[in-house]
T-cell receptor
Framework: GNSVTQMEGPVTLSEEAFLTINCTYT??????LFWYVQYPGEGLQLLLKATKADDKGSNKGFEATYRKETTSFHLEKGSVQVSDSAVYFCALRIQGAQKLVFGQGTRLTINP | NAGVTQTPKFQVLKTGQSMTLQCAQD?????MSWYRQDPGMGLRLIHYSVGAGITDQGEVPNGYNVSRSTTEDFPLRLLSAAPSQTSVYFCASSYGDRAATEAFFGQGTRLTVV
């Protein structure tokens, strides 16, 4: 089946630290991969995506590379800010499927 | 820009009560979905619709009912609320079913069943 596994949270970092949130997946088809972010009290919004192997998605200083050989889509940011505190969800979607398959989410807290 | 609008934002129900969670989108999207978010479990699909008059079940449909009479609206009905339905509910919409299509989410409805 299709599934997404994210690193366990919560994650707490100091401002300007380097961030990695691991995400691996299993898929029966050829998926597109997404990172969604949920800020406190808000819905999910797309952070970045990648649609084929070796694609790199980037937005707001965050990056993730679609690694087919390791079935991974790790989220990275070189220098986090307090405003990055949120819950991050890795997700996949198979062509023709309505369903987004989500990981369990990782709560990130950045301390000043 | 309204996007996806959900109402209410918060609701407390007693066991056995029924209610409808409202969802409306103004982007003329064909595809709409309902997810529930539970701690440690990510989001799970309840029901979805690929257009007006067409709905189908997701992975956790029991206890919920949907209909899609217009492109804009996709209400979720709880028939007889149970404590296991305490959750945060998100409505989402998207333009098509291509894998790369972005889904747009509402702000969520936090439901507590006592």
């Amino acid at each position: 089946g299709n599934s997404v596994t994210q690193m366990e949270g919560p994650v707490t970092l100091s401002e300007e630290a380097f961030l990695t949130i691991n995400c691996t997946y299993t898929a029966t088809g050829y998926p597109s991969l997404f990172w969604y972010v949920q800020y406190p009290g808000e819905g999910l919004q797309l952070l970045l995506k990648a649609t084929k192997a070796d694609d790199k998605g980037s937005n707001k200083g965050f990056e993730a590379t679609y690694r087919k050989e390791t079935t991974s889509f790790h989220l990275e940011k070189g220098s986090v800010q307090v405003s990055d505190s949120a819950v991050y969800f890795c997700a996949l979607r198979i062509q023709g499927a309505q369903k987004l398959v989500f990981g369990q989410g990782t709560r990130l807290t950045i301390n000043p | 820009n309204a996007g996806v609008t959900q109402t209410p934002k918060f609701q407390v129900l007693k066991t056995g009560q029924s209610m409808t969670l409202q969802c409306a989108q103004d982007m003329n999207h064909e595809y709409m979905s309902w997810y529930r978010q539970d701690p440690g479990m990510g989001l799970r699909l309840i029901h979805y619709s690929v257009g007006a008059g067409i709905t189908d079940q997701g992975e956790v449909p029991n206890g919920y009912n949907v209909s899609r009479s217009t492109t804009e609206d996709f209400p979720l009905r709880l028939l007889s609320a149970a404590p296991s339905q305490t959750s945060v509910y998100f409505c989402a919409s998207s333009y098509g079913d291509r894998a790369a299509t972005e889904a747009f989410f509402g702000q969520g409805t936090r439901l507590t069943v006592v």
